[in-house]
């Protein structure tokens, strides 16, 4: 694979936390940050590049097809993805521990998330544009 073979995706219908992540994630070296606030668009992306993605993270609650779906779905095709779930409620939902089980969800992020952005003219070259779709 070349230096930006590998693809993380960041999936959320909030735009500033994609932005969050994105921001913190484009300086690391080998990766392309791919960010999208449609679940569909993004399972959509990952299927066409199954074997490109390495970390997807996913908010829980979305329209269309939720977080727990959306990366049950993505693992099934790519089982060495790596998956986050995040939320903002508390889940003590039996299919969500199950998944925990079965590592279908490798770790969960409660929000609030919190950082500090990076100004865009401050940022590396290396970052690539925000794929908003």
Known sequence: MGSKDRFVSIIDDELDITQLFHDALCKIYGISV???NDSAKAL???TN???KYVLVISDLKMSGINGL???KKMKNVNTYLRTILM???KVNDKLFHQYLKEQIIDKFIKK????CFVPRSKQPSSCIPIDNQ
């Open 112 to 115: 609030p998330i919190s950082g």
């Open 87 to 89: 939320s903002d409620y």
């Open 44 to 46: 959509e992306h990952f």
């Open 49 to 51: 590049n199954k074997d």
């Open 34 to 36: 791919i960010t999208f």
């Open 69 to 71: 779906e959306l990366l």
